[in-house]
């Protein structure tokens, strides 16, 4: 009888650890399926810009007097991937776009007058119209090539690529590391999601806000979803 208390007693101790230990395993799971859900909800590329136009502003008025009408963004992209990985790069293609429309537009002012007297020039000119037309060309020609110069400027930002590495997202928190075993979770970037497609960045201390620190961006700042 005796024996089969101890046994009775011992069995409890049993069930009482596998009970506990199925409690952990379940509430790891269920932590693991909620970072799951939250990580695959901001996989995708968001998109954020910093306007930079007085910069151009500047060297248009020291150019020819007067700013355009024209902006320049500077466009920051990061992509969350679906095997745990992110990249936070410079979309390279927008900035050239958005540099090389503002240059196109500064330089239709610069060109407008001169255009026009090159234009009388060539008209009262004794020159037959094939040399006349030779000289208009060459003087088309001369001419700045705004691909070119817009490619120059971003050719200064390299490959464009500022940090990458794995993620995680958990409970509205975002953690980033250069390593797949070492996501600190002292160390987070405090985000939102919103219906319009935005995910807004409030707060944290890991590299990804040291990044806009870095820029003199302070959140929340907007990312937008591509």
Request: charged share 25%; net charge negative; with cysteine.
């Amino acid at each position: 009888m005796l024996h089969l208390i101890i046994i009775q007693k011992s069995m409890k101790k049993v069930y009482t650890v596998i009970a506990a230990l199925m409690l952990i395993f379940a509430m790891t799971s269920c932590s693991d399926v909620e970072s799951g859900k939250a990580s695959s909800q901001i996989t995708g590329t968001w998109k954020y810009t910093i306007d930079i136009t007085d910069d151009f502003d500047q060297m248009s008025m020291d150019l020819i007097g007067s700013p355009t009408d024209a902006t320049v963004e500077m466009v920051y992209a990061i992509t969350f991937n679906e095997d745990g990985t992110y990249s936070l790069y410079i979309d390279r293609d927008a900035v050239k776009a958005s540099i090389q429309a503002y240059l196109e537009k500064m330089e239709n002012t610069f060109y407008a007058e001169m255009d026009q007297e090159a234009e009388k020039i060539f008209q009262s000119s004794s020159l037959s119209p094939e040399e006349t037309e030779k000289y208009r060309q060459a003087y088309l020609a001369g001419r700045n090539n705004t691909d070119e110069t817009a490619e120059e400027f971003v050719a200064r930002l390299g490959d464009g690529i500022i940090m990458e590495g794995y993620f995680r997202a958990d409970g509205g928190r975002l953690y980033v590391s250069k390593r797949e075993k070492s996501l600190d979770k002292d160390e987070c970037t405090e985000y939102v999601l919103s219906s319009d497609g935005t995910m807004t960045w409030t707060g944290g201390n890991n590299d990804l806000i040291q990044f806009l620190e870095g820029v003199d961006v302070q959140p929340p700042v907007r990312w937008v979803k591509q």
